[in-house]
């Protein structure tokens, strides 16, 4: 009963909140490139870099005399700045240059990687971990952060954490009750269909791509100044592909992968709560339990997963002459 308890327990349910935050807003980032037609496995590489660049200036921040808060903010403001390049970048590839779209996030993947690990040692002069930054604290919300239960769970978390609560429904809503909503969507299914009506089927994408980047920047700033506060070489350790599996395992639909997204943060904070109960199981092997559901998951799902039609497929299929 006690193990029972400590699994269902107030923190471990909150911890499931946050561990979901960063895997929602890629997920919400996927969505918005995939529903368009572009495959995005850069979100990988795309949160790694959020979350440098986020430490980077917080830490530039502090340096300028700038409050601890501030600092913080000044980071998250430059992860998602870069987020969007780095996704703009692959939109260019992808889409203007009509390189594979697989390709083209491998690429940003590794270089990502490579270039993080790089700064971490000429900008900070060590390796691994980056020295500690201003970093967000807390903010409970006043009157709803004391409700017994709810409270602790749901309104006593970092902004972006909030920030995550307003991302699903505002993208569900962009998605299926906009415009812009229905022509990312028959750009990711039948983009000759709206380009015979004028529709500018790049434009479309290439805005769905850079929302992406703004997302999944988003959820590297939280990785390195909500989580912790420093950046540690491969820091995401493949959260950008579990946010994947969660836009896959939801179906490409927002508030079904949000689902998804919890199931896999419950999955984290449990072996978290089994490690505080001291739980005789090799430390590994409670590590890779997130891992294991999501492949669990995607095992019994992928067959019935329904992409967008034109997914992964340049626009036009051929280069003009």
């Known amino acids: 009963m006690e193990l029972l308890g400590a699994i269902l327990s107030t923190a471990t349910i909150a911890a499931m909140i946050r561990s979901a935050t960063p895997l929602t807003l890629a997920a919400m980032g996927g969505i918005f490139s995939e529903r368009g037609g572009v495959i ?4 990988e590489g795309i949160m790694l870099t959020g979350a440098f660049t986020a430490v980077l200036f917080s830490t530039i921040g502090a340096s300028i005399g700038l409050p601890a808060g501030a600092s913080a903010m000044l980071g998250v403001a430059a992860a998602v700045i870069f987020g969007l390049a780095i996704a703009l970048i692959h939109a260019y590839f992808s889409i203007t240059l009509r390189v594979n779209q697989l390709v083209s996030g491998v690429a940003i993947n590794m270089l990502a990687f490579g270039i993080t690990g790089l700064l971490l040692q000429l900008i900070f002069n ?3 971990n980056s020295p500690a930054a201003p970093d967000m604290k807390p903010m409970p919300i006043p009157f709803l ?9 749901l309104f006593q978390h970092q902004p972006i954490v909030y920030v995550m609560f307003l991302a699903v429904p505002f993208s569900a809503f962009l998605i299926k009750s906009t415009p812009y909503g229905l022509r990312l969507r028959a750009a990711g299914d039948k983009p000759a269909a709206i380009d015979t009506v004028g529709v500018n089927v790049h434009r479309i994408r290439y805005i769905g791509v850079g ?5 999944a920047g988003l959820a590297g700033a939280y990785l390195s100044l909500g989580q912790l506060n420093f950046f540690s070489e ?3 350790s493949g959260r950008g592909f579990i946010a994947l599996a969660a836009v896959i395992f939801g179906n490409w639909r927002p508030w079904q992968a949000f689902g998804a997204a919890l199931l896999f943060g419950f999955s984290d904070a449990v072996q978290i709560a089994l490690q505080n109960a001291g739980m005789s199981v090799p430390s590994d092997f409670l590590l890779m339990a997130p891992y294991v559901v999501t492949l669990i998951a995607l095992a019994g799902f992928i067959k019935k997963a329904v992409p967008p039609a034109a997914i992964g497929q340049p626009y036009p299929a051929e280069e003009p002459a």
């Open 145 to 153: 952060a004391d409700i017994p239960v709810l409270g602790p769970i």
């Open 126 to 128: 060590v390796t691994g």
């Open 40 to 43: 995005n496995i850069a979100l």
């Open 234 to 236: 491969g820091m995401t």
């Open 211 to 215: 929302l992406s980047g703004v997302f």
